[in-house]
């Protein structure tokens, strides 16, 4: 399974930006999908994740009321719509994962590569 991420770029402060990431590859069993992210010089951080199933939404207490997480199960793509941006939002977003390819026993843990956000002044 492959997880692509997508949608970073430069935008100005206040401004908005929708990563993508979507998984391909083996038919799978989601069970949590969601983002990180790493500023520069920091430790990466959670950002949000929601639930395959239920929808159920997680953010880390930063980013609630500006962030939000959205799911296409037939896409196989969860969404993080980022609202009122801020240079401390710069960062490297990553795409993670729990999923249970069809066949295997176990679930893994998967990492896409990362996107950049930039958010400037």
């Known amino acids: 399974v492959q997880l692509q991420a997508s949608g970073g770029g430069l935008v100005q402060a206040g401004g908005s930006l929708t990563l993508s990431c979507a998984a391909s590859g083996r038919t799978f069993l989601g069970y949590i999908m969601g983002w990180f992210r790493q500023a520069p010089g920091k430790e990466r951080e959670f950002v949000a994740a929601i639930t395959w199933g239920a929808g159920n939404r997680y953010y880390a207490d930063s980013m609630k009321g500006r962030f939000t997480i959205s799911r296409d199960n037939a896409r196989k793509t969860v969404y993080l719509q980022m609202n009122s941006l801020t240079s401390e939002d710069t960062a490297v977003y990553y795409c993670?994962?729990?999923?249970?390819?069809?066949?295997?026993?176990?679930?893994?843990?998967?990492w896409g590569q990362g996107t950049l956000v930039t958010v400037s002044s």
């Open positions: 993670n994962a729990n999923l249970k390819p069809v066949g295997d026993l176990y679930e893994r843990n998967y």
